[in-house]
């Protein structure tokens, strides 16, 4: 049992929903996280801002971003 809820999606406005919608279709950021997060719309909303420079909008190529995944997977001996 989680100690902080997720807010239903139909009591979050459109955009909030919109933002939980793509991570639950992409996987990623973790919808569980993105629910916790809306439950602070600014924490929210900066985290993906965030997130979308870093991962989509960033400098690397994504395999370079792929290898470093890899690498602390590796380094903390992650089995997923």
């Not at 991962?55 to 994504?62: M, N, P, R, S, Y």
Request: charged share 25%; aromatic share 8%.
């Amino acid at each position: 049992m989680p100690n902080i809820s997720y807010p239903p999606p139909d009591s979050l406005p459109p955009d909030d929903r919109d933002l939980l919608e793509h991570a639950r279709w992409n996987g990623t950021p973790r919808p569980e996280s993105q629910s916790i997060r809306s439950h602070v719309p600014a924490v929210l909303h900066t985290f993906t801002n965030a997130w979308r420079e870093t991962f989509i909008e960033g400098v690397l190529d994504h395999s370079v971003k792929e290898l470093c995944r890899v690498y602390v997977s590796q380094s903390i001996e992650c089995d997923y």
